[in-house]
């Protein structure tokens, strides 16, 4: 099912592809300063993840944050990577490592939600 293109998608959008890290559902909704409901921001971030247009991740803190994968060749993501939130200053991002991982015979991987917590290259100095 296509979905019809909205301007609260395209100030979304918009604020994920200018962000340098992952955004949760609250620096999105600072970011569009009420010109839309937390419902709809909500509903936004859910389809972007349907579709394959951003990735959701789960932070060790339990808040969800979500990214356009840079990694990605295509529009949809399509591989697994890690995560990294740093302690100081609470940013996530995305890793270019993907993840391998060994399973069993019969298993098959189909998604992973890594997160490494640490320093960020601009707080450990």
Known sequence: MKRRNTPAKQAVLEILKLSESALSQDDIEKEVKGSMDRVTVYRVLNSFCEDGY?????SDDGKHYFAICLNCQEKKHSHNHFHFRCL?????????EEVKVKLPTGYELEDANCLVTGYCADCSI
């Open 88 to 96: 100081k200053c609470q940013k996530v991002e995305c890793l270019k």
């Open 54 to 58: 951003v990735h959701k991740i789960l």
